[in-house]
């Protein structure tokens, strides 16, 4: 039988971000806006554009130099000691491959410098420069590549024209530009033998250049937008990565082959985000790390049988700016680290590190660790110029003692010493011992930090769907505990209605709702009647339906609906089922109105103008009640975030939430009824950066935080889940769901009021579907939810051609599974209503009813027994003494059985052996000790055999 499953010892790679001890902080990041990554790293130092005033400047620290002091001791003054690169803004930095202290700059006004520094690192700041060279072409110098294999070679590109540069002796070797007289180029790199060039330009096009005759030996067009390509060769391959986007101005990868660029081989469609990508490749490993300008998480990908296979995904913390990878022999090898790359941030340098987990710690698996670029080059400028072509050269990784030999800077004292320490984790890795790593200590923790989303089965899932998703704004998909439904395409407003527990192919023939006399644009289930949903169209309508326990058979016109809501003069853009009372539905209109229905007696029970002035943008996004339903949070057009109390249909507060021009999305966010609410938004800043806010509905004069998010298009909405504090923001054309753990500071005042000093917004593991990118997302009840598992959150995503479910849960020891867990599984709603609608409309008030999640007989967590801990020495002491017992008692046991063996041998012996020289057997029958008068010591014949047939007749002798 043909195995399904791919075999690649990279399978299970795992990219983390490195613990904070690791990191370059404190620094100062030129925050000019360029699609190249101003970061460039060698086995000894990091060099990243300086963001001084003028931008000419090049910070160049030793790999060693983390934390946030990097003044060396032997400063001259108290400041970090800079490059100070030139006249013109820094635009590239890339180290000499052979000279690991040779750095080269290049800058806007078309100047290149190549700089040494002291091993020991900078002490000053320096303008002493030991090549310069200037650019004779057109546009702004933006790309270095220095040559692989031949010394003194360096490769600079403008936009409009490539230069080959022998640095050594300041000349220009060759130039061309006819290819790119109309364009501009995005990107340059070396082939694996040096003799061609890559680059992609503005006009789309992926071109593979002869380097040293400039003609085009091949060329096709990359991604159907010009924005911003990159390109690389794929190691000692014939194939080639590009990066960049599509019309529809996704971001994607595409993978070619050399020999034939009519077609690439694969398209792999990334995400929806705006930043340039960043792709990095390791031709030791075959491994692909990609990452984007803004972007906050790293994709990684495997280049293996012509084939483009997705690996792993982990978030990085704060935003892109640029990346660099380090060289192989900078790795931490006995933690099976295949890659570290640094991630230059606003303000730091982050490593990154992907690694291959493997049952044996801190041990060396050569396997991982092909042989890998020596850092010696093998030709000289003039060889390469004559015509030669030559692989750079590699060395073997057998042991960390080649890793940190090649570090010119460690002394024989500290290399004996990291050697016996690593000898010393080894032996205990072997012995069985836990290794010992430094960690981060935070103060600040969260619960659901390392929360996991997992994905449902194909067979789980609702595919083959044409949901219409022509509404840029409004929540397109509603769930109850049976049923889903959205809006579909086809006339009349159709919406598909489908039973949860009906899972599969949706055939085209299925049955719909089709009552309206325009698209649907917003629609909702009952909380208390899984039954009752309703719809809201641009016809200005709200239709309510009674869906049958199985589901639709036949399609219903606008006769089958049980009443019918009129009174908006524009389309219904939000519905929502008041969360207490039942039968009572709140809607939105562009018309600038917020309506409140009673359905029982089909009525409008209340209206209030939602924005001061319709001309800045009527009506709102969307709407958000708080714990009791008394007050509802609206991000209206005009980017303002307002309260309303419902009961008297006013307005409580408002404020501008967001600057951006773009709308954006509300959540108040409660726990219960004593715990202190917050409100938070999604939205954007003035240069279009999505941000989150939480505010105090109390006070809204300042929001309590801002966390800035990453870049994207779409908007985000918020879906919070009352028992945990998480909130769960799923992006518009995204395939990514971000949780975050709001954590509110609040202290009681003397009156026994409780006031929100402060806010902390943990963000925890997100979750990337390999699916098509998501509409939109809602939850599913919390009775759904399998406790057992430690599932907590569910919901489903409606894409383009699906309805998928996706599962959170918080990872456990699989001990406390036999619990339940009560502090993530709190009393949550009863789905049965506290008031009627008239009820509350006379000003009733009533507790929301609670119950408890947990099954019958299975034990509560809380109520576990303490374990008693003992400490690591107690352990091995114990186990100690037990093995000591265990061998005195196998001892004692061996010394026994052997006394045993004698004594039956003294008085059992073995017959057929004969009997014992000179011993009486018939005097031992009595059990007695032999005598010294009973042994004989006259042989004693031998007796015969008995025959086996004694009739027979013997034979002769």
């Known amino acids: 039988m043909a195995s399904f499953i791919r075999d690649s010892k990279f399978r299970h790679v795992v990219p983390s971000l490195s613990p904070r001890d690791q990191w370059y902080e404190n620094l100062k990041v030129s925050d000019?806006?360029?699609?190249?990554?101003?970061?460039?790293?060698?086995?000894?130092f990091l060099a990243h554009a300086h963001g001084s005033a003028n931008g000419n400047s090049v910070c160049v620290l030793p790999l060693t130099s983390t934390g946030k002091n990097h003044v060396p001791v032997d400063a001259t003054a108290y400041q970090v000691p800079l490059i100070r690169a030139g006249t013109g803004k820094v635009t590239a930095v890339a180290f000499d491959p052979f000279r690991e202290t040779r750095v080269v700059t290049a800058s806007e006004d078309g100047v290149i410098k190549v700089w040494d520094i002291p091993e020991k690192g900078l002490s000053a700041d320096s303008n002493a420069f030991t090549a310069v060279l200037h650019a004779a072409s057109e546009g702004a110098l933006e790309f270095l590549a220095p040559h692989l294999s031949a010394a003194n070679i360096l490769a600079s590109a403008t936009t409009k024209a490539v230069e080959i540069w022998d640095y050594e002796s300041s000349e220009t070797m060759l130039r061309f530009s006819d290819p790119f007289s109309s364009t501009e180029i995005q990107c340059i790199d070396w082939s694996y033998l040096g003799d061609q060039l890559l680059t992609a330009s503005k006009d789309k096009m992926l071109r593979i250049i002869d380097a040293r005759s400039g003609d085009v030996a091949a060329e096709t067009e990359a991604h159907g937008n010009g924005r911003d390509t990159k390109a690389l060769f794929a190691?000692?391959?014939?194939?080639?990565v590009s990066a960049g986007f599509k019309m529809s101005r996704n971001r994607e990868l595409a993978l070619w082959d050399s020999r034939s660029l009519g077609e690439p081989v694969k398209r792999k469609r990334l995400d929806a985000n705006t930043g340039p990508l960043f792709p990095i490749y390791d031709p030791d490993t075959g491994i692909l790390a990609v990452t984007g300008r803004g972007d906050t998480s790293l994709k990684t990908f495997e280049l293996s049988g012509g084939d483009l296979h997705e690996l792993a995904a982990c978030g990085v913390g704060a935003q892109v700016h640029g990346v660099a990878l380090l060289p192989k022999i900078a790795n931490d090898i006995l933690g099976n680290e295949v890659l570290r790359i640094l991630k230059l941030t606003a303000d730091s340098v982050e490593p990154l590190s992907v690694t291959v987990p493997r049952r044996h710690a801190r041990q060396f698996e050569q396997d991982l660790f092909p042989p890998t670029f020596a850092g010696s080059a093998v030709l000289s400028a003039q060889d390469w110029l004559g015509g030669q072509d030559q692989a750079p050269d590699l060395m073997a990784i057998s042991n960390p003692r080649v890793s940190l030999a090649r570090h010119s800077s460690v002394n024989e004292e500290d290399l004996k010493a990291a050697i016996d320490a690593a000898e010393?984790?080894?032996?205990?890795?072997?012995?069985?011992?836990p290794p010992t790593h430094k960690r981060w200590a935070s103060t600040l923790a969260n619960k659901f930090k390392h929360l996991r989303g997992a994905e449902a089965d194909l067979h789980r899932t609702w595919f083959n769907m044409r949901p219409n998703a022509s509404s840029p704004d409004g929540d397109l998909l509603a769930v109850s505990d049976k049923f889903f439904a959205t809006p579909y395409q086809g006339a009349g407003g159709a919406v598909m209605v489908r039973p949860l527990a009906v899972t599969g192919k949706v055939l085209e023939t299925s049955a719909l709702l089709a009552g309206h006399r325009a698209p649907v644009v917003s629609l909702a289930f009952s909380p208390f009647n899984d039954h009752l949903l309703a719809t809201g169209s641009d016809d200005c309508d709200i239709r309510l339906w009674q869906i049958p326990d199985d589901g639709l058979t036949e399609s219903w016109d606008g006769?089958?609906?049980?009443?019918?809501?009129?009174?908006?003069?524009?389309?219904?853009?939000?519905?929502?089922?008041h969360p207490l009372a039942e039968n009572l539905l709140v809607s939105t209109s562009p018309d600038n109105t917020l309506a409140v229905w009673d359905v029982d007696n089909v009525a409008q029970a209340g209206t209030t103008t939602m924005t001061p002035n319709a001309s800045a943008g009527a009506g709102c996004f969307n709407l958000s009640f708080d714990y009791t339903g008394d007050m509802a949070a609206a991000f209206c057009r005009d980017r303002f975030l307002r309260t309303f109390d419902l009961r008297s249909m006013s307005k409580a507060a408002e404020v501008q939430a967001h600057e951006g021009a773009k709308g954006g999305r509300v959540a108040w966010c409660s726990r219960d009824a004593t715990s202190v609410d917050v409100i938070a938004t999604t939205g954007w800043d003035r240069r279009s950066k999505r941000e989150l806010k939480v505010w105090d509905p109390r006070n809204l004069a300042q929001p309590l935080s801002l966390t800035v998010l990453e870049a994207g298009s779409g908007a985000l909405s918020p879906l919070w889940d009352e028992g945990t504090g998480v909130l769960f923001l799923c992006g518009r054309g995204e395939a990514t769901i971000s949780p975050f753990e709001l954590a509110p500071h609040s202290k009681e005042e003397a009156d026994g009021s409780v006031t929100l000093t402060g806010m902390d917004v943990f963000r925890c593991s997100g979750f990337m579907s390999r699916s098509d990118p998501q509409i939109c997302c809602a939850p599913l009840p919390k009775q759904r939810c399998d406790v057992k598992e430690l599932e907590f959150y569910k919901l489903l995503r409606l894409t383009v051609r699906a309805v998928e479910p996706v599962s959170f849960l918080l990872p456990r020891a699989a001990k406390l599974k036999s619990f339940f867990n009560d502090d993530i599984f709190p009393p949550t709603r009863r789905r049965e209503a506290a008031l009627s609608a008239s009820d509350w409309l006379q000003g009733d008030a009533a507790e929301v009813p609670l119950e408890s999640l947990r099954p019958e007989g299975m034990p509560l967590l809380s109520e576990k027994p303490m374990e008693h801990r003992v400490s690591n020495s107690k352990i091995l002491m114990a186990k100690v003494n037990a093995e000591r017992e265990t061998q005195r008692r196998t001892s004692q046991e061996f010394g026994r059985m052997q006394q045993l063996a004698l004594q039956y041998a003294k008085y059992n012996p073995n017959e057929s052996m004969g009997r014992r020289k000179g011993v009486d057997m018939e005097s031992n029958n009595d059990g007695d000790e032999v005598s010294d008068s009973e042994w004989d010591e006259a042989p004693r014949s031998r007796p015969q055999a008995t025959p086996l047939h004694p009739q027979s007749p013997q034979p002769k002798a």
């Not at 009443?563 to 219904?572: A, D, K, P, Q, R």
């Open 32 to 44: 000019r806006g360029v699609a190249t990554s101003l970061l460039a790293c060698s086995h000894h």
């Open 559 to 577: 006769s089958h609906s049980l009443l019918t809501l009129s009174g908006h003069s524009n389309g219904v853009r939000t519905l929502d089922f």
């Open 424 to 433: 010393i984790e080894e032996k205990g890795a072997a012995e069985g011992e």
């Open 235 to 240: 190691g000692n391959s014939y194939y080639l």
